[in-house]
């Protein structure tokens, strides 16, 4: 299969593992983790890690980790930089989160089998893995896992996983806010604005 030509450079620079400085960096990483007591298990700084590693390797990445939850799962477009030499750019990393045996994480489990990625190239295979991620996301808010390498739809999808995450942290911080407010006035004023944002959610879960 033929991969983008991004990436087919990023491969043709790849060396092996066991010389690569990038590949020991991240391995030095996770020792570090492990010698500060976490035991093989992600600390609070686990996003961080992980976006680390899928920096320091210049080459697609299926990464799993092992949360205090349970295993999870990790993947990230990357490119060369155009302006700096040797500098890798992360599109996005796109993580599950500790998978569990709820019915959407199963589904999602079985639903990343080979023979059910697009296979046009190296690319597509990893893009429907990515895919799938998103469709998990999808799956925990709508309760229903539903997969597709739909180009629209997937962009609709992303989009409105984005505003959900927004509008949820927004809502967050509205509702912190009512909880302290003592003014009868601004304390309405407030859970207007929750109102608001929870209609905007359930709008956005549409396109899930």
Request: aromatic share 4%.
């Amino acid at each position: 299969m033929a991969l983008p030509g991004a990436q087919r450079g990023m491969i043709r620079r790849a060396v092996p593992l066991d010389r690569d400085p990038v590949t020991r960096t991240s391995a030095a990483l996770l020792r570090h983790e492990r010698a500060a007591g976490v035991g093989g298990r992600c600390s609070p700084r686990c996003p961080r890690l992980t976006e680390l590693i899928h920096r320091a390797i210049p080459y697609p990445v299926i990464l799993i980790t092992r949360d205090p939850g349970g295993l999870a799962l990790s993947l990230a477009h990357k490119r060369w930089a155009e302006r700096e030499a040797g500098r890798i750019v992360i599109e996005d990393v796109e993580a599950t989160g500790p998978l569990t045996k709820a019915v959407v994480d199963q589904a999602f489990i079985r639903d990343l089998s080979l023979a059910k990625q697009p296979t046009r190239s190296l690319f597509t295979v990893y893009q429907g893995w990515i895919a799938r991620v998103q469709a998990l996301h999808a799956a925990r808010l709508s309760g229903a896992y539903a997969a597709t390498d739909d180009q629209a739809v997937l962009d609709r999808r992303r989009a409105a996983l984005d505003i959900i995450s927004r509008l949820t942290r927004e809502g967050a911080t509205l509702r912190a806010k009512a909880a302290k407010e003592k003014q009868m006035n601004r304390r309405v004023d407030l859970n207007l604005q929750i109102q608001r944002l929870e209609a905007a959610l359930a709008a956005a879960r549409k396109d899930l």
